[in-house]
């Protein structure tokens, strides 16, 4: 279940989030951060999040999809996979992975399978 809202953290190592009715008391290392990218079908794409990329062009070819897990580093998101990083970005740019290619399917707490 993905919850929406604003989080506390505490010193004891819990987390709360919160939102206009209702607090959630969740398990800290499931906290992630919300990208600002949507995929093809304008869902919200999260660090944690598992992602089918139906295709990418590194450079000078075309490579067909691959399913990747957002991961945050270095300032930046990415979709990694197999031990590679490819940045993440709203619209295609050379070596990168476009949103336009991007659905969602799963995360990495709920289907851990799917990577």
Known sequence: ??????????????????DLDETFY???????????????NGVELFEGDICNVAEWYPSDYKEDGFIGE??????????????????????LDS?????RNIVKIGNKFENPNLI
């Open 26 to 40: 969740v398990k800290p290392e499931t906290v992630c951060q919300f990208t600002g990218i949507k995929d093809k």
């Open 95 to 99: 070596c990168s992975v476009s949103n």
């Open 70 to 91: 957002i991961i945050y580093g270095d300032g930046s998101f990415y979709i990694y996979r197999e031990s590679e990083k490819y940045p993440l970005y709203q619209e």
């Open 1 to 18: 279940m993905e919850i929406y809202g604003s989080p506390r953290f505490f010193k004891s190592g819990r987390v709360e989030i919160f």
